[in-house]
């Protein structure tokens, strides 16, 4: 059975940073293409960035562009988010999620594996 599990998350002032991670079990880490999302309150669940397989092709959704940078260590099964600059804007429920095919994609529905979630919340 798959598992992910992001972690992380917390409470941090405008302007700082935060790691979050995503460890991963019961599956083939490796030939998973990667992708973090995030859902603020009231709003749909939105594509932050994602990550190819062999981790040399990274995407990022505007709002984020020079602030967040995903990563991936294909020998401990583990996702990475570095989230910089933050702003209250950022605040939302982050998840991790994973999908068999080649590419990555921005729609919730190409992902067949979720997280639980982590918590970022980001104070003026």
């Known amino acids: 059975q798959v598992h992910l599990v992001e972690s992380g998350g917390g409470l941090v002032q405008a302007g700082g940073s935060l790691r979050l991670s995503c460890e991963t079990s019961?599956?083939?880490?490796?030939?998973?293409?990667m992708a973090w999302f995030r859902q603020a309150p009231g709003k749909e669940r939105e594509f932050v960035a994602g990550?190819?397989?062999?981790?040399?092709?990274?995407f990022n959704a505007d709002s984020v562009k020079g602030r967040f940078a995903i990563s991936r260590d294909n020998s401990k099964n583990t996702l990475y988010l570095q989230m910089n600059i933050l702003k209250p804007e950022d605040t939302a429920v982050y998840y991790c999620?994973?999908?068999?095919?080649?590419?990555?994609?921005?729609?919730?529905?190409?992902?067949?594996?979720w997280g639980q979630g982590t918590q970022v919340t980001v104070s003026s």
């Open positions: 999620a994973a999908r068999n095919n080649f590419g990555v994609s921005y729609d919730t529905a190409q992902y067949a594996y």
């Open positions: 019961g599956g083939s880490f490796s030939t998973w293409t």
């Open positions: 990550i190819r397989r062999s981790g040399g092709n990274t």
